[in-house]
């Protein structure tokens, strides 16, 4: 069987900005159908000196599997300080790309990741 790698395991055993939020800018929700498996990101958006909307603060609270787990970290620690446009453009291949490798019947739990960004993202515009 695929093992996870070094960097997946410690993003598991470690996780960064892991909790939650006391009044976040928006909450991303994202949930997996298949293994019911559920992700509450939580941004603090505030402008940048340019005056540009950017993420100050992100933080997580998962409830699932390792890989999931583990991308929800990383994923926090890739669009922190990113402004918005930049974190529109942020997927689960960048989050992939950021671990290493994912076992193959684990890919399916970086979309987690992406949706919740996806989802608080378009609250975010939603709220304009
Ligand atoms: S098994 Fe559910 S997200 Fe990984």
Do not use: W
Request: hydrophobic share 35%; proline share 2%; aromatic share 6%.
């Amino acid at each position: 069987m695929e093992k996870y790698n070094k960097k997946v395991m410690d993003h598991f055993l470690n996780p960064r900005n892991m909790g939650k939020m006391q009044n976040p800018t928006v909450t991303g929700e994202a949930g997996n159908a298949v293994c019911g498996d559920v992700l509450f990101l939580y941004l603090k958006i505030e402008k940048n000196e340019e005056g540009k909307d950017i993420i100050k603060d992100v933080k997580f609270e998962t409830f699932g599997c390792a890989a999931a787990i583990a991308t929800s970290s990383a994923l926090t620690e890739i669009i922190k300080g990113k402004t918005i446009d930049e974190a529109q453009r942020v997927s689960n291949k960048d989050v992939e790309e950021y671990l290493g490798q994912l076992p193959l019947i684990k890919k399916h739990c970086s979309n987690l990741a992406e949706d919740a960004l996806k989802d608080a993202l378009k609250k975010l515009k939603d709220k304009k």
